[in-house]
């Protein structure tokens, strides 16, 4: 069988994921022509009712994958729009104008583009933010953090797992500095729930984003957490019928949300299974590549979910890598960032150099992934590396000791 | 019996519809933004929505920019184009959906007026009102104005053109909202002298969770949502392909189908109101005079509970409403009735009907049968009450 007769293989995760059978077979039932097709917010009869509880149903199901009250639940229609809710929403409110509390907001340089271009826009109404670097490993040093917030600091965003890197944040430690200064502290968990622990009854977070195409439910449908106890005020973004509390107004879409409902109820029931099944493929991909000369793994694998992960294979230039890897659907980089050629602002911010940067891959598996999948991977990469290297310039001179940091280029 | 008669309120899913969208639930996953090959499906399949979007109203696919619904289109529209501009004036007609009143009181933080055109009994706008509000305001200040081609509620249709061309004489951007227009009777953007237009997917037999809003490229206009560049930076959040793979569907199906299913409405419609008029003669139709979308009669029947009705309804099968979904779930009479001059008696009794393209002569039947069971049975109570 020929590769162009296949599928590559999907090892794109954290771009987005495959809805579980489970969740497209509960949403079947609001989109099909005879199904429950209401708009939740009729209030006049049973098609508006039949919707509406099955919403609140799913928002229970949400809430629970994160110890929640259904209450504090908003939907949103993404990940995107969650982040700049809370970032907006809580910088409008606590900054605006008739406020004496501050303008400060602090965030760190590998937060996904949703936190860093809100953060941007913000800066352009006359906010001040601190964007902190991490360190090598990718995680936020606590006393840095620390050292970063002040008498006006409003807001810190940090998210909980790196969407490049797969690194896990300690928002529970952040958690404890924020609440102590009355700072408002926001997490980006698109990429941790139902992959991490999240406990919102006993973490000091008080705004939390969710994203359901990353977790096997359908894109365009995502969440924000707001605390209500300290109670969390927010400016709201998108004004209208006065949905979601006055939160977020706008049709509520059934289907959608009764999907991000399953998927974050089979996500609560899996997680265990599903992160020792991803642990495994993970160190067997790990062990298909490390002994390949130069090949470093950007982030700290011990601190790391396992669905991500990201290797830069040095001496071997990262757009010819991608492509060799045809066979192989990756990234190199984060989605919402590859039009662009770049390197990886979240790998620089690492301090990787930028042939570093550029080479790198992100693979990112779940619970659909094979150990055959697994397997297919290595041998691409092996082959693509290999035939790479053995064209490489640069490989060569290393290969003879030539310390390349020495060497004077000359001008073309 | 169960009869839905709600469909301004939303529409289900036309099977075509869901067919195009199953590759996208299922196995065509991928993200329209990724550079390999379930990503290029994915970004292919959202072009094709993008064209049949933007014929349904004679647009430019470059000026088709995907929301998560009308809501987000509206919100986007002003705050976006305020956000550019010194404030200034924003105008709406009495009638606006809260899509587009919310955001434009919004605004008024922001060191924005608020104005508004008013409208008669049969739901004309007063388009020298308007003249003499644009006539009050300095050359050099922002207008933005928001009219709605159709509204929700009366199903009655603006005239937009002459409104347009006072827009274009005093420099204003013009908003209009196409939400229950689209679908329902011809929409050209190009021609309509409108800068910016909102529509929505389930309104015309597509998914919920999808919108867009059309804006002519000479506008300048701040995107409500950062992140990672989507729709051309103007819009960021990842694409929701498989809903708007079927609102490009839903969009192309009522393009082409647009004469039929109009023909088809209208005579279920005339016939609804014609029985109504003669079984029920204290009916009063709301703006039958004005021209109105093909499907939909608000009407309230004089001395009768409206909440009390529609719950009785309910309960013999038959969904209608009291007016815009998009309420807080209290019961305050319709600001667009209040707008034309209803005393709010008259407004809180109010019902809407509003037909589909699958409505059929015998529901219309059951309806009104019903109907005047309900209002000889409220009657009896209402004299027994009294006596």
């Known amino acids: 069988m020929t590769s162009s007769n296949r599928r590559p293989i999907y090892m794109d995760y954290a771009a987005t994921t495959p809805m579980d059978p489970r969740v497209a077979k509960k949403m079947m039932q609001f989109l099909t022509p005879d199904g429950e097709f209401g708009n939740p917010a009729s209030r006049s009869h049973a098609y508006g009712w039949t919707a509406e509880t099955a919403v609140e149903e799913a928002r229970k199901q949400v809430a629970a994958l994160v110890n929640a009250n259904p209450k504090e639940i908003i939907w949103t229609s993404g990940a995107t729009e969650s982040d700049n809710l809370a970032i907006k929403g809580v910088a409008h409110f606590y900054g605006g104008k008739n406020s004496k509390k501050g303008k400060h907001i602090i965030t760190s340089k590998i937060e996904h583009k949703a936190v860093l271009d809100t953060c941007r826009q913000l800066e352009r109404e006359g906010y001040e933010v601190t964007y902190l670097d991490p360190e090598p490993t990718g995680l936020i040093d606590l006393d840095k953090l620390e050292a970063a917030m002040r008498d006006d600091t409003i807001l810190v965003s940090i998210m909980h797992v790196n969407n490049e890197l797969g690194v896990i944040q300690n928002i529970a430690a952040i958690g404890e500095l924020t609440r102590a200064r009355g700072i408002v502290f926001h997490v980006d968990a698109a990429q941790s729930a139902g992959k991490v622990d999240i406990d919102l009854s006993s973490m000091k977070v008080d705004l939390m984003s969710f994203s359901a195409h990353k977790i096997y439910g359908p894109k365009g449908m995502g969440a924000l957490y707001v605390r209500r106890k300290p109670r969390i005020r927010l400016e709201a973004q998108t004004h209208g019928g006065g949905h979601e509390r006055g939160m977020r107004s706008g049709t509520l879409a059934t289907h959608q949300i009764v999907g991000m409902g399953e998927a974050f109820r089979i996500a609560k029931e899996d997680m265990a299974k599903d992160q020792t099944h991803a642990a495994a493929l993970r160190d067997r991909l790990y062990d298909g590549v490390k002994d390949l000369e130069e090949v470093y793994v950007n982030g700290d694998m011990a601190q790391s979910v396992p669905n991500i992960f990201n290797i830069s294979f040095n001496y071997v230039e990262g757009e010819s890598l991608i492509m060799s890897l045809k066979d192989l659907a990756v990234s190199s980089g984060s989605a919402c960032t590859s039009a662009s050629l770049e390197p990886s602002y979240v790998l620089r911010a690492l301090g990787r150099n930028d042939e570093l940067a550029h080479s790198s891959i992100r693979f990112s598996i779940g619970r659909f992934t094979t150990e055959e999948d697994i397997d297919n991977a290595i041998t691409h990469v092996r082959a693509a590396i290999e035939k790479l290297r053995a064209l490489s310039p640069l490989w060569d001179m290393y290969k003879e000791g030539i310390d390349l940091s020495q060497v004077k280029w000359a001008a073309h | ?387």
């Open chain 2, 1 to 387: 019996m169960s009869v839905y008669l709600d469909y301004n309120a939303t529409t289900p899913l036309d099977r075509r519809v869901l067919d195009s969208m199953m590759p996208f639930l299922c196995e065509q996953f991928g993200n329209a933004s990724s550079g390999h090959q379930s990503g290029r499906i994915a970004r292919a399949a959202t072009d094709v929505a993008r064209e049949q979007v933007a014929a349904l109203v004679n647009a430019h696919p470059s000026q088709v920019i995907f929301t998560s619904g009308g809501t987000e289109a509206n919100n986007l529209a002003l705050k976006g184009c305020a956000a550019r501009l010194t404030p200034g004036h924003i105008i709406l007609s009495g009638v606006e959906h809260s899509s587009v009143r919310s955001p434009a009181n919004v605004l008024k933080k922001y060191g924005w007026r608020l104005d508004e055109i008013g409208v008669d009994a049969d739901g004309r706008l007063a388009i020298e009102n308007l003249r003499a509000i644009f006539s009050g305001i300095s050359a050099d200040r922002a207008k933005i104005l928001a009219v709605m081609l159709a509204n929700n509620e009366t199903g009655i249709v603006y005239d937009i053109a002459p409104i347009a061309a006072l827009a274009r004489d005093f420099g204003a951007l013009l908003l209009v909202d196409a939400v229950q227009a689209a679908g329902k009777i011809p929409v050209d953007f190009t021609h309509s002298g409108a800068q910016l237009m909102s529509l929505s997917a389930h309104k015309i037999y597509g998914p919920k969770g999808v919108g867009a809003l059309i804006v002519d490229k000479a506008v300048d206009m701040e995107p409500m949502l950062q992140g990672g560049g989507q729709e051309k930076a103007r819009r960021a959040g990842t694409e929701n392909v498989a809903a708007i793979v079927g609102f490009g569907k839903a969009a192309e199906l009522a393009l082409s189908e647009l004469s039929t299913r109009h023909a088809q409405t209208q005579t279920l419609h005339h016939y609804l109101e014609a029985r109504l008029r003669s079984e029920l003669p204290q009916v009063c139709i709301f703006g039958q005079q004005a021209a109105r979308l093909p499907n939909t009669s608000f009407f309230a029947l004089p001395g009768l509970d409206g909440e009390t009705l529609l719950m009785s309804l309910d309960r013999a099968g038959l969904a209608v409403s009291s007016g815009s979904a998009c309420g807080t779930g209290d019961v305050e009479p319709s600001h667009v009735l209040l707008a034309m001059g209803v005393s709010p008696e008259h407004a809180r009794g109010a019902i809407r009907v509003s037909l589909g393209k699958e409505s059929r002569r015998d529901e219309i039947d059951s309806f009104i049968d019903c109907l005047k069971q309900q209002v000889h049975v409220l009657q009896r109570f209402a004299a027994v009450a009294y006596a």
